[in-house]
């Protein structure tokens, strides 16, 4: 089992910046994915970017590719989402997770509880 606790949302302006953390605990990651994704009331979870653990290579979506940098701190069993240029349609509750997939929700066995991030215009 692997428990996840995202932190770091919060309300900013557009073009602010914010970094999201996803703690990782219960066993060590090794070869999944982590991947964040993001929910806008009334919308489907939308992917956002996903990073592999053991090599860190990196797959973002195309809404937030060129503004929005996954890493992971693998002694801290952390991943990160730093997220610049903010916009207004940035605005949704954002999720982190561990799985398989790379860019499908289903794929992904375990979720954080999610962290909501507000961008004001």
């Known amino acids: 089992q692997v428990q996840l606790v995202e932190s770091g949302g919060g309300l900013v302006q557009a073009g602010d910046s914010l970094r999201l953390s996803c703690a990782a605990s219960g066993r060590t990651l090794s070869t999944e994915n982590m991947g964040w994704f993001r929910q806008a009331p009334g919308k489907e979870r939308e992917f956002v970017a996903t990073i592999t653990w053991s090599d860190g290579g990196t797959f973002y979506g195309d809404s937030v590719n060129g503004r929005f940098t996954i890493s992971r701190d693998i002694v801290r069993s952390t991943g990160y989402l730093q997220m610049n240029s903010l916009k207004p349609e940035d605005t949704a509750v954002y999720y982190c997770?561990?799985?398989?997939?790379?860019?499908?929700?289903?794929?992904?066995?375990?979720w954080g509880q999610g962290t909501q991030v507000t961008v004001s215009s």
């Open positions: 997770a561990v799985g398989w997939a790379t860019i499908s929700k289903s794929g992904y066995r375990y």
